[in-house]
T-cell receptor, first 113, second 113 residues
């Protein structure tokens, strides 16, 4: 099963890009990478997901390496409200037609004024 | 559209008791998943329901059970509570299980004394 590794914490200056890495070196071909974030005392919030192509939405960009062994979540212009714990998640299908989810330990991002 | 609601928000129980937590998904969402979050173990997947059927289950003992009703509302039950069951229990809903763009509720904080 795929496992994910994330740095425990990162700081980023307000207005700068925040680049959050995730290592999923054992990922296989049909396993998606998802990113969520959790602001203190709230439930996690979906950010973005991808399989092998880079993805962008109104919140962030997701860059997945060609070998798919790692990915980077990019918040282009971090604000103080982006301070949160960011989780990298691998979802993979099981033989029974369901899915299993492997959560990273999360990166605590602190955006500094 | 109202978000995912969970009741109660806070709960204190003693060892050996049982507890039932409730989750109302976003209107139109038929898939409900449950997660346990603790400082030591992070986010862990408990189970997932779709159309009143459990489709997936994490690695938790049989003391943890759940069900889903015809209106998609879900409950989870923990019997014979242990101190280690103290955690934030999160519920998430989505339109169907093949999507991982889930919407989380605020969680129920369970404290076992």
């Amino acid at each position: 099963d795929a496992k994910t590794t994330q740095p425990p914490s990162m700081d980023c200056a307000e207005g700068r890009a925040a680049n959050l890495p995730c290592n999923h070196s054992t990922i296989s071909g049909n396993e998606y990478v998802y990113w969520y974030r959790q602001i203190h005392s709230q439930g996690p919030q979906y950010i973005i997901h991808g399989l092998k192509n880079n993805e962008t939405n109104e919140m962030a960009s997701l860059i997945i390496t060609e070998d798919r062994k790692s990915s980077t979540l990019i918040l282009p212009h971090a604000t103080l409200r982006d301070t949160a714990v960011y989780y990298c998640i691998v979802r993979f299908p099981t033989t029974s037609g369901t899915y299993k989810y492997i959560f990273g330990t999360g990166t605590r991002l602190k955006v500094l004024a | 559209k109202a978000g995912v609601t969970q009741t109660p928000r806070y709960l204190i129980k003693t060892r050996g008791q049982q507890v039932t937590l409730s989750c109302s998904p976003i209107s139109g969402h038929r898939s409900v998943s449950w997660y346990q979050q603790t400082p030591g173990q992070g986010l862990q997947f408990l189970f997932e329901y779709f159309s009143e059927t459990q489709r997936n289950k994490g690695n938790f003992p049989g003391r943890f059970s759940g069900r889903q009703f015809s209106n998609s509302r879900s409950e989870m039950n923990v019997s014979t509570l242990e101190l280690g069951d103290s955690a934030l229990y999160l519920c998430a809903s989505s339109t169907n299980p093949s999507l991982y763009e889930q919407y989380f509720g605020p969680g129920t904080r369970l404290t076992v004394t």
